[in-house]
């Protein structure tokens, strides 16, 4: 269950299907009345496996599983109730599931075979952000790999004038 807007989505899988129900409150009769529809039915072998709501839309990852626990990545995006594919990640024969999401600014992070990649939501496409948890060889071409190790700025910060512990910048 992911909450997006005053709606809840409700993501569902059965074998190789996946769908994507919503539930309200409607209110513009006077009373409360609970309402239940079907979204969308995603492609045949897509296996959902998590979902995340931001800023109006909810974004479902998984794989097109072809053999357990190994598949192909992939992003829907989920709006206007309507689907559509962000983006496929890696290849079927690997293990490429998508197994959570978030998002943060303007991009999308996803936990994908033990590492962290980021999807920009303004400019489109992906890249390495951090890891590999496993000790298994990176399957990504290195010159995708992101780097983005900041540390916090050495000046323009002050004490906080909010609870203690706290910054102002």
């Not at 978030?102 to 390495?128: E, M, P, Q, V």
Request: proline share 4%; charged share 15%; glycine share 12%.
């Amino acid at each position: 269950l992911v909450a997006n807007g005053n709606t809840v989505h409700w993501v569902v899988t059965n074998g190789q299907r996946s769908d994507v129900y919503e539930a309200w409150l409607d209110v513009s009769s006077g009373s409360v009345v609970p309402q239940f529809q079907h979204v969308c039915t995603f492609p045949t072998g897509f296996v959902a496996r998590c979902a995340y709501s931001y800023l109006g839309v909810t974004y479902v990852g998984g794989a097109y599983e072809d053999v357990a626990n190994k598949g192909q990545g992939a992003i829907y995006a989920v709006m206007d109730g309507g689907l559509s594919i962000l983006t496929t990640i890696g290849v079927a024969a690997e293990d490429w599931r998508v197994m959570s999401i978030t998002a943060w600014g303007k991009s999308l992070y996803f936990l994908c075979n033990g590492s962290i990649w980021r999807w920009d939501l303004t400019k489109g496409g992906y890249a390495h952000y951090m890891g590999q948890f496993s000790s298994e060889a990176a399957a990504w071409d290195p010159r995708d790999v992101e780097e983005e190790m900041t540390s916090e700025p050495t000046t323009g910060w002050t004490p906080g004038s909010g609870p203690p512990g706290t910054l102002d910048c």
